[in-house]
């Protein structure tokens, strides 16, 4: 299926958004991620079905400040 | 009348921002630094939670001096900071935040700033927040030198600015560690976006 992810068109294989987020890497406990403009908090929505032309925005949250 | 650091300000800016009350979380490279640029912009009411105190190291970037070494960094940065406006009301809690005591600490305050170290606390800090239906900034992947165009404010579900790379955390493959200027370009920049916030401008 194909989503929008970071902005790009992407192939995945994932159906949930804990799938995508292991699937590229993505700390998820550790990130701010904006699934078809809803905003979760580090950590949720994990099961959260994805669906055929999804928007995903992720932005990491990294130490140091 | 004292008119503050500020007297370029409009009436109307000068109303708005000392109305504002804004609360920080975490006084260390980007609290403590946030915190400046908003009292010598006009901001008069801030609420500073960290249980910290300030060490030799935080020297290389954050807003203390050398004879405020082992002191608690809330009351440290209220001394600084009345330095630049004697005026300015501060809430200062020496306290470690968590998920428990975050939003009775925060009840008061209309914006409120990410300024932890850790990406374990910065994690609290949107669990804590987002329910609270406030405007937040945050700041995340602000460690190393240069690529100064790459710490980037983003808006997130236009209720959260986040500002950084997202990428270059302290640590990692990288080694990377946090210095004054970038961590103070993050800081600056938190400060501008709850300006932006407080008098309407886009962030």
New interface residues.
């Given amino acids: 299926m194909k989503i929008n992810y970071q902005g790009k068109e992407r192939e995945t294989a994932a159906t949930t958004l804990g799938e995508l987020m292991a699937e590229q890497g993505v700390d998820a406990?550790?990130a701010?991620v904006?699934l078809d403009?809803?905003?979760l908090?580090?950590?949720?929505g994990a099961e959260r079905p994805l669906a055929e032309g999804a928007v995903v925005?992720?932005?990491?949250?990294?130490?140091?400040? | 009348m004292d008119e503050g650091p500020n007297p370029f300000l409009t009436e109307v800016e000068r109303s708005r921002l000392e109305s504002a009350r804004i609360g920080i979380a975490g006084a260390g490279g980007l609290g403590s630094n946030c915190a400046m640029h908003l009292v010598r912009a006009g901001v008069t009411h801030l609420t500073i939670a960290d249980f910290d105190v300030v060490a030799e190291s935080n020297l290389n970037r954050q807003f203390f001096f050398r004879n405020q070494i082992g002191r608690k960094k809330v009351y440290a940065l209220a001394e600084n900071l009345w330095r630049i406006n004697v005026n300015v009301k501060l809430v200062l809690l020496p306290i470690r935040l968590t998920r428990e005591n975050f939003a009775a600490t925060f009840a008061d305050c209309d914006i409120l700033v990410e300024a932890f170290d850790s990406a374990d606390a910065k994690a609290m800090f949107l669990a804590s927040a987002t329910p609270l239906d406030k405007p937040m900034v945050m700041a995340s992947g602000i460690a190393g030198w240069g690529h100064s165009a790459e710490v980037v404010p983003r808006m997130i579900g236009g209720r959260l600015i986040a500002i950084g790379d997202g990428e270059s955390g302290v640590g990692g493959e990288a080694g990377l560690y946090p210095v004054s200027p970038r961590v103070g370009i993050a800081a600056a920049m938190e400060a501008n976006a709850v300006c932006s916030i407080i008098l309407g401008h886009q962030f």
């Fill in positions: 406990a550790h701010v904006e403009g809803d905003v908090s580090p950590g949720e925005a992720v932005f990491k949250i990294v130490t140091g400040g």
